[in-house]
């Protein structure tokens, strides 16, 4: 069973952005959309692109580097040029804590 792992507070990342954290060996991206939290990997399957340092357009999180798209909710490819899904994670909040869980 995975483990949940505090990453940071929910004030941190504020509603339509994206931030980077290295945790337990994985470097991810949190966004924060509508005050929901999703967690990605933060390397773009493209050719790795820095996610966390992308945009984000509804539930996709764009790529700064070529403009692929992925759905942070599933990983799934939603614009060219990549075509390799990214890792999604689990998110939950407990109190003020956005907790992540890894494999
Ligand atoms: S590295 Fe992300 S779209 Fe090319």
New binding site residues.
Partial sequence: MSEFITVTRVGEVKNGKVKTFHVNGHDIALCNIEGTFFATQNL??????P?GDGELWGFDIE?P????RFDVRTGQVTAL??IRPIKTFPVRVEGEEIQVAFE
């Fill in positions: 773009c399957t493209h050719d790795g692109g996610l790529c580097r070529h403009g692929g040029p990549p």
